[in-house]
Structure formats: C-alpha cells, structure tokens
C-alpha cells in the first residue's frame, strides 16, 4: 500500500492482527497520514505506538479502542516531539500501564485542537485535573480509574476543573468508581448528551443521583446497578434520550444479583419518545412487555435483547416469546438491527421474514425448530446484510434454497448448527463469487462423512476469490471441488 | 418447542461445539499490508472472523473438556446443580444430575457455561474481572472467603491488599501491618532523627505507630474515616473498606475527641 497510495491519510482496522513492523511502515511511508483507528486489534506493543508518535507529524487522531496492546513502557508518549501540537483525538483506554503523566499532560496542553481524549485505568484521579485544565475545550473524556482516598481537597480540585470544561459532552472511563467522587460531575451534567457508566460498579441510588441531573442526555450505557428503579428514574430525567445499553454486572452468576427486569425497559419505552437504539440484558421477559415497548416506540431501528439464560420462556406465561419479538418487527417498521433471545420457534422467523423488510442485521442464538425458520428469514428480509446465527437447528435445505440471496448479503455466520459439509462444498462450487469457508478444528471436514454438520460457516461475497492466509483449520469450498487447504 | 439435542443429526455438533473451541489467538490471520503479496480483499470482516456480534470478537474460547470455561469467569462447576432448574423450564434436562453441592459437577452442555454466552466482549469481560462489585451490605449475601482490603500508609510510594479474615483480633492486624510496612519506615525513622538501634525495623514501625506519628484509621460502608481500635473486632471486619496509615499531622478529620482517645492509648 505504501507505494501505491503514499498519500493514504486515515486507516481504520477492526479485528485485525496488526504487528509493530506495520506500524513502523504506517509511519514512515505516509507523510500526510492523519487517523489510526485500531477497533479490537491486536499483535502490536507500545514500541509500534512510539514509531507512529516519533513519525506522524500531521496526526490528528489516535484511538487504539479495546485492542490488546502489549505494553512494554509507558515512554511511548514522550515520543511526541514538542513541536507536535496537531492532535485531536486520543484514546488509550486499553493500555494496561501507566503512560508517562508528564509527558500526557503536556501533550494535552500543546495540542489546541484536543477534542476528544479517553485515559487508562492506570491515570490516576488526582492527576485528571491537571489533564483537564490543560484541556479545557475538550468535548469527550474518558476518565482513568475513578478513584482515591477521599479527601476534600482532593474532590472540590476536580470538581472545579470539570466545572472549566464548557464543552464537555461525553464522559466514560469511571473504572473502580468511588461513589463520593461521583458528584464532582454534577456541575456538567447538565451540559452531558452521552454518558458512559459501564466500568462503574456504584449501586442504584448513586447512578440516580448523577443520572437525574442530566437533561440533555441522548445516550446512556450502564451496568445493571441501576435496576427497574432508576431506569424509571432516568426516564422522568431524560426526555431526549435515544441509546440505552444495560450491560449485566453478573452475567455468569446463575441468580438475578439485581433488581432489574423487563421492567425498566418498558418505563423506558414509555417515558422517552426518541430512544430508538436499544442493548438490554436481563434476566426474565414476557410477551406482554415486548408488545408494549413495540406500541410505544414504532420508531425503534436497533433493537438487541439478551436474556441471560438460553431459551428463557415468557416468565409470565411460559410460552415462547414469538408474539413479543412479532409485534416488535410488525410496529418498528424502520428497525434495521434486531437480537433475539429466549425461547422462539420457527413462528417468530415467519414474522421476521414477514415484517423486517429493512432489517440489515439479525442475530439468533438457541432459537427455531427447523429449516423454515431460517428460509422465512433468507427470502422475506429483503434487505438483510449481516445475519449471524448459533446453536439452531437449521441445515441444508434453507440454505441451499436461498444460496442467491447470500450473494446479495454481506455475511452469514452459522456455528453449531446443522448445516452438512456436502451442502458447503455443493455452496461453494455452485457460487463462485462466494467465499464458503467451513472452520473445524477436529480435522478437515473430508475425514468426516459428508452429511456430518460443520461446526462453524462463514459466508460472504468476494470479488478477489477465495483467501490464502487462512490458519490449518479453516477451509473453503470453491469450484474446484477440492478442498484448498492452507 | 425445541428440546436440548432434539433437532437431527445435532447431538454430535452441540456436543463438538461445547467441547471444541476456538482458539483465534493462535490463528494470525493477517492481512498483508504493504510489501506483502496477499491479496487485498474489499470486504472488511477480515482477520480474526466475528464470531458473534456483542461476543468474544471472534476469539472463541477454547473449552476444556466439555466444561465450557470462559475466560474472566469462574463459575458453575462448583455450583450446585439444582440451582438452574426454573419451574418454567420445561425442556427435558434428565440429564441434569443431582445436586452434589461438594464436589464439581459437569453440568449438562446447555446449562453448563456455554461458550460465548452471554456475548459479552472479551475486553468488558477483562475489565469487569478485575473490578469486584460493590455489592450491597444489606443483600443477604454469604460472607466471603476473602476479605481483602487495601492498606495505604502516608508516605509510603504504593499501597497493600491485607485479608482480613486472616486475623482474628486488632493485636494481629497491628502485627501484621507492622510487618508489613517495616521497609518504609527506615527512611521516616532517619528523617525524624530517632537513633539507629539494633532493633529490627518492624519495632521501628511499632515505635511510630504507637507514638503519636501516624493513626491506624479505616473507611467503614458509609464512607466514614473511623479509628481503629473502637468496635468488637467482628464489627470491625464487617465495615472495614480500607485501611489508611495515617500521619498523625493529617488527621484532621478525625473528631477531636478520636484524637484524645489515640493519645491517651499511647
């Protein structure tokens, strides 16, 4: 790339191996290179960071979210040169060390145009204000560990430093949240349309608190401390709201830890007219709740429920969940992303494939009886990109039915389900421009009878055929008939 | 409704899915960047494959032994069984065995920690690990095994994590801390002009600590400063967050009367 596109300004990867060696070529090959977007990545330490530091004299924005980095020294930062004053947007929130303070904070202080600036764990409370004062036109800061000794000098310092960020909007980090500092946010909540809280284990009444304060808010992530109550709460405070994701606190515990239920959600639904993008995790639901937050808010496009334990029947009735997840695509007629959970029979696919005609990405698990399940999805969607689907009985014959509309899609996942490795290969050859790659790591699927299911498919449309970097168990069905293995 | 195994030809696949993971770790997909001659692909769901959205990024886990282990979580296998059984759970779980509390029991694959389940992102779930959560003292929740907390000492550059429930009264805790925090004193000792004896540093450490140079105070649940030393030790143990060494020159939170009490103690 470098030589063909030496002018190559922004990168965004996500999901990617990325090594130190790349990183090094990103920054000495591209001299106006401006964005390093590195989503979930890995592969790389913080000698890679220092090269980008040490080279890229016109970055703009360096944002390494929930990558894995190996962290070898905090030093990195101090390859800033003192001449680099072009910095816009920071995020190492993933870092595992402590970067060196000194050099964050005049980093953060030369830098005008810092608009946006998310810390590690590892920056201490006390250091935030110094950080902030520095940083007075940020819009977007992610605290380190929101904690330390409670002491009142300590307090009213950072209270009066956020009390100096006019234009702060967006707030996260708030790891190891200490309750008592919660307050030294009051001053801006007001001023807040997002709000992070979900590293911060603070329990219900505190969350009230901070949350009722914030009457701009539009989107709002959260553990479930904040229960059935304070989801009430939140929506008497903030009628603008539009995200709302309950993240569990326990989600491996075996009993509810908490008061939340299908309840918060539907006094959500019903108190805030703009939420349209929904991520919720509990641990019960009914029907009669889904079809009342469906009634109330037609204008729901992302809509993704997690009940915790598999194949969860409506509490109420102990009926499948069909209806409830039926009325949310009859009424949200502009829902675009859709998570189902709990106990669903092929009758919830009939309404899928009946009503989601804009749905672009849908994701089941546990779900279904049968291949019509998935064949009412496949032919009624007619704008699905992205379906990802496990642990359903659905095989062959949907798929095969339905291979054109693969074509027409920008992915399929299945694993542990019961498509064949004969229906792989027999999808492979008959759609050359589709990459049919089967993952299996008891062996190659040819050792196995042909009708045994493949415990992992992945498919999508190529326009560059089939890969060749793949790892020793995974296998791609082409045209050739024969098995390309890596 | 759908039974456990009951769709066909599945028995072998949920079973092979629940006891073969995934382990992308090991994988290395890449793509190549300049210099290299992989083909350049327009998609962008490359790399380590997107398992489930929400979920372990593609990296599945690699499960045991049919005893689905996630990552960041410890869970289940001690448990009792008979704890999953809800009364709106029809399925048929005969295969579900019977609670035996004392030893671990390999729970049957749909109840057992099913691999990527709930998805949740491997970076959440690394984060929420190593942050314990506040529970509420009033949840009627068994004692823990452990009860550790953080011990900080004014002065001293890092903190320490003590379990209380390794000492059974505030002699020990005293003990415990002097031996503790002996190495920072010898510098304290130096700077307050006490003369070198042949004492080991620990009965330096008693010396200040039983001096009126530093106060042995605690955070109870309500976010109070409180001297230690006040309470049956059980209460203590019950209330304590943290532990703060403190100088005695610092403590002007503490009530005048606290104060007096320290020093008459001396």
């Given at each position: 790339?470098?030589?063909?596109?030496?002018?190559?300004?922004?990168?965004?990867?996500?999901?990617?191996?990325?090594?130190?060696?790349?990183?090094?070529?990103?920054?000495?090959?591209?001299?106006?290179?401006?964005?390093?977007?590195?989503?979930?990545?890995?592969?790389?330490?913080?000698?890679?960071?220092?090269?980008?530091?040490?080279?890229?004299?016109?970055?703009?924005?360096?944002?390494?979210?929930?990558?894995?980095?190996?962290?070898?020294?905090?030093?990195?930062?101090?390859?800033?040169?003192?001449?680099?004053?072009?910095?816009?947007?920071?995020?190492?929130?993933?870092?595992?060390n402590e970067v060196n303070l000194l050099a964050l904070e005049r980093l953060v202080s030369r830098c005008p145009n810092l608009k946006t600036l998310r810390l590690n764990r590892a920056v201490p409370l006390d250091r935030l204000p110094n950080l902030l004062r520095g940083a007075p036109q940020l819009a977007e800061l992610g605290t380190g560990a929101y904690t330390s000794e409670m002491r009142p000098d300590v307090f009213s310092n950072l209270a009066e430093a956020f009390a100096g960020c006019k234009q702060l909007k967006t707030l996260s980090g708030f790891w190891d949240a200490l309750p008592s500092y919660l307050p030294a946010v009051y001053p801006i909540c007001s001023q807040l349309t997002s709000l992070n809280l979900s590293y911060a284990t603070v329990q219900s009444p505190d969350l009230i608190k901070l949350v009722s304060l914030c009457e701009k808010l539009q989107k709002l992530w959260v553990l479930d401390y904040i229960e059935d109550d304070g989801l009430e709460i939140l929506a008497a405070s903030c009628k603008d709201l539009r995200e709302l994701r309950v993240f569990p606190s326990d989600p491996?515990?075996?009993?509810?830890?908490?008061?939340?239920?299908?309840?918060?959600?539907?006094?959500?639904?019903?108190?805030?007219?703009?939420?349209?993008?929904?991520?919720?995790?509990?641990?019960?639901?009914?029907?009669?709740?889904?079809?009342?937050?469906?009634?109330?808010?037609?204008?729901?496009?992302?809509?993704?429920?997690?009940?915790?334990?598999?194949?969860?029947?409506?509490?109420?009735?102990?009926?499948?969940?069909?209806?409830?997840?039926?009325?949310?695509?009859?009424?949200?007629?502009?829902?675009?992303?859709?998570?189902?959970?709990?106990?669903?029979?092929?009758?919830?696919?009939?309404?899928?494939?009946?009503?989601?005609?804009?749905?672009?990405?849908?994701?089941?698990?546990?779900?279904?009886?049968?291949?019509?399940?998935?064949?009412?999805?496949?032919?009624?969607?007619?704008?699905?990109?992205?379906?990802?689907?496990?642990?359903?009985?659905?095989?062959?014959?949907?798929?095969?039915?339905?291979?054109?509309?693969?074509?027409?899609?920008?992915?399929?996942?299945?694993?542990?389900?019961?498509?064949?490795?004969?229906?792989?290969?027999?999808?492979?050859?008959?759609?050359?421009?589709?990459?049919?790659?089967?993952?299996?790591?008891?062996?190659?699927?040819?050792?196995?009878?042909?009708?045994?299911?493949?415990?992992?498919?992945?498919?999508?449309?190529?326009?560059?055929?089939?890969?060749?970097?793949?790892?020793?168990?995974?296998?791609?069905?082409?045209?050739?008939?024969?098995?390309?293995?890596? | 409704?759908?039974?456990?195994?009951?769709?066909?030809?599945?028995?072998?696949?949920?079973?092979?899915?629940?006891?073969?993971?995934?382990?992308?770790?090991?994988?290395?997909?890449?793509?190549?960047?300049?210099?290299?001659?992989?083909?350049?692909?327009?998609?962008?769901?490359?790399?380590?494959?997107?398992?489930?959205?929400?979920?372990?990024?593609?990296?599945?886990?690699?499960?045991?032994?049919?005893?689905?282990?996630?990552?960041?979580?410890?869970?289940?296998?001690?448990?009792?069984?008979?704890?999953?059984?809800?009364?709106?759970?029809?399925?048929?779980?005969?295969?579900?065995?019977?609670?035996?509390?004392?030893?671990?029991?390999?729970?049957?694959?749909?109840?057992?920690?099913?691999?990527?389940?709930?998805?949740?992102?491997?970076?959440?779930?690394?984060?929420?690990?190593?942050?314990?959560?506040?529970?509420?003292?009033?949840?009627?929740?068994?004692?823990?095994?452990?009860?550790?907390?953080?011990?900080?000492?004014?002065?001293?550059?890092?903190?320490?994590?003590?379990?209380?429930?390794?000492?059974?009264?505030?002699?020990?805790?005293?003990?415990?801390?002097?031996?503790?925090?002996?190495?920072?004193?010898?510098?304290?000792?130096?700077?307050?002009?006490?003369?070198?004896?042949?004492?080991?540093?620990?009965?330096?450490?008693?010396?200040?600590?039983?001096?009126?140079?530093?106060?042995?105070?605690?955070?109870?649940?309500?976010?109070?400063?409180?001297?230690?030393?006040?309470?049956?030790?059980?209460?203590?143990?019950?209330?304590?967050?943290?532990?703060?060494?403190?100088?005695?020159?610092?403590?002007?939170?503490?009530?005048?009367?606290?104060?007096?009490?320290?020093?008459?103690?001396?």
């Amino acid at each position: 790339m470098a030589g063909a596109y030496p002018w190559l300004e922004e990168i965004r990867l996500k999901r990617m191996v990325v090594s130190d060696e790349s990183l090094e070529i990103i920054a000495k090959s591209f001299k106006n290179f401006k964005v390093l977007v590195l989503s979930s990545c890995e592969g790389f330490t913080t000698e890679g960071l220092a090269a980008i530091a040490a080279n890229c004299r016109n970055l703009r924005e360096l944002d390494l979210r929930e990558s894995e980095v190996e962290d070898l020294s905090g030093r990195w930062l101090s390859d800033f040169p003192d001449s680099y004053t072009s910095l816009e947007s920071l995020n190492i929130s993933c870092l595992g060390n402590e970067v060196n303070l000194l050099a964050l904070e005049r980093l953060v202080s030369r830098c005008p145009n810092l608009k946006t600036l998310r810390l590690n764990r590892a920056v201490p409370l006390d250091r935030l204000p110094n950080l902030l004062r520095g940083a007075p036109q940020l819009a977007e800061l992610g605290t380190g560990a929101y904690t330390s000794e409670m002491r009142p000098d300590v307090f009213s310092n950072l209270a009066e430093a956020f009390a100096g960020c006019k234009q702060l909007k967006t707030l996260s980090g708030f790891w190891d949240a200490l309750p008592s500092y919660l307050p030294a946010v009051y001053p801006i909540c007001s001023q807040l349309t997002s709000l992070n809280l979900s590293y911060a284990t603070v329990q219900s009444p505190d969350l009230i608190k901070l949350v009722s304060l914030c009457e701009k808010l539009q989107k709002l992530w959260v553990l479930d401390y904040i229960e059935d109550d304070g989801l009430e709460i939140l929506a008497a405070s903030c009628k603008d709201l539009r995200e709302l994701r309950v993240f569990p606190s326990d989600p491996f515990g075996l009993e509810p830890n908490v008061a939340l239920t299908e309840q918060g959600l539907v006094s959500v639904s019903e108190g805030c007219p703009k939420l349209q993008s929904v991520l919720y995790f509990c641990r019960q639901m009914s029907n009669a709740a889904l079809n009342t937050i469906a009634r109330n808010r037609p204008n729901m496009t992302r809509f993704r429920l997690c009940i915790i334990e598999p194949r969860s029947p409506d509490y109420l009735t102990l009926q499948p969940l069909d209806d409830g997840f039926g009325a949310i695509v009859e009424h949200c007629k502009d829902l675009r992303r859709l998570s189902l959970s709990g106990l669903l029979t092929d009758r919830v696919f009939e309404y899928i494939g009946t009503y989601g005609k804009k749905l672009e990405m849908l994701s089941v698990a546990f779900a279904g009886d049968s291949d019509l399940g998935l064949h009412h999805v496949l032919s009624g969607c007619d704008n699905l990109r992205k379906l990802e689907i496990r642990d359903c009985p659905f095989g062959d014959k949907a798929l095969l039915a339905n291979a054109a509309k693969l074509e027409t899609m920008r992915s399929l996942w299945m694993s542990s389900c019961s498509v064949s490795f004969g229906a792989c290969k027999v999808l492979g050859q008959k759609m050359p421009r589709l990459n049919v790659e089967v993952m299996d790591e008891s062996g190659p699927p040819d050792s196995r009878p042909e009708s045994s299911p493949v415990e992992k498919l992945y498919v999508y449309r190529t326009v560059a055929g089939p890969r060749l970097d793949m790892p020793g168990f995974v296998w791609t069905m082409d045209d050739d008939s024969a098995l390309r293995i890596s | 409704m759908s039974a456990e195994k009951g769709y066909a030809g599945l028995g072998e696949v949920a079973a092979m899915g629940e006891t073969i993971g995934l382990n992308l770790k090991e994988t290395e997909l890449r793509l190549g960047l300049p210099g290299s001659d992989s083909p350049v692909k327009t998609t962008t769901s490359l790399g380590a494959k997107r398992g489930f959205s929400d979920a372990i990024d593609g990296k599945w886990v690699l499960s045991g032994n049919g005893n689905a282990n996630q990552s960041g979580s410890d869970l289940a296998l001690a448990k009792d069984a008979s704890l999953f059984s809800s009364p709106s759970d029809k399925t048929n779980k005969d295969t579900l065995p019977l609670p035996q509390p004392s030893k671990p029991v390999p729970a049957p694959a749909s109840k057992a920690q099913v691999v990527g389940w709930p998805p949740i992102r491997s970076f959440r779930k690394n984060s929420m690990a190593t942050q314990p959560p506040q529970k509420n003292e009033a949840d009627a929740e068994p004692k823990p095994g452990c009860l550790y907390v953080k011990v900080s000492m004014d002065g001293a550059p890092y903190l320490r994590k003590m379990d209380l429930n390794n000492y059974a009264s505030y002699r020990d805790l005293s003990s415990a801390l002097e031996k503790m925090f002996s190495c920072f004193t010898l510098s304290q000792c130096g700077a307050h002009g006490v003369s070198s004896r042949d004492n080991s540093s620990e009965s330096k450490l008693r010396d200040l600590l039983h001096g009126s140079e530093y106060v042995l105070t605690y955070e109870d649940k309500d976010g109070d400063w409180m001297l230690v030393g006040d309470v049956p030790w059980e209460m203590f143990t019950d209330s304590c967050k943290r532990l703060r060494i403190m100088k005695s020159s610092e403590a002007i939170g503490l009530a005048p009367r606290a104060m007096e009490k320290c020093r008459s103690r001396n």
